[in-house]
Nanobody, 116 residues
Framework: QVQLVESGGGLVQPGGSLRLSCAASGSIFSDNYMVWYRQAPGQQRELVASITSGGITNYADSMKGRFTISRDNAKNTVYLQMNSLKPEDTAVYYC??????????WGQGTRVTVSS
């Protein structure tokens, strides 16, 4: 099984930047498909970005050009670099992993608040 621990959330001003981290353990990390999701109160969870074991990335249209997903297999960690943040980006951000056996795992989430 896989355990995921997110970090890096907090309060940031509009236009600012933040980097989220998700550290994984309990599996061969390099084989994992990794995804960032987010969820605002009362809203459905939405996909933010994903990265395959081969390094192929995809982004939701509203984040494309502002957010960057990356992975460091040596550190068993996936990152989400967020630039030009807007109040609409305020949400709890969740890390998700799918391992080589197609088992899915969720992190506990980290809260991001964008406000002046």
């Amino acid at each position: 099984q896989v355990q995921l621990v997110e970090s890096g959330g907090g309060l940031v001003q509009p236009g600012g930047s933040l980097r989220l981290s998700c550290a994984a353990s309990g599996s061969i990390f390099s084989d994992n498909y990794m995804v960032w999701y987010r969820q605002a109160p009362g809203q459905q969870r939405e996909l933010v970005a994903s990265i395959t074991s081969g390094g192929i990335t995809n982004y939701a249209d509203s984040m494309k050009g502002r957010f960057t997903i990356s992975r460091d297999n040596a550190k068993n960690t996936v990152y989400l670099q967020m630039n030009s943040l807007k109040p609409e980006d305020t949400a709890v951000y969740y890390c998700y992993a799918r391992d080589s056996r197609w088992q899915g795992y969720w992190g506990q989430g980290t809260r991001v608040t964008v406000s002046s």
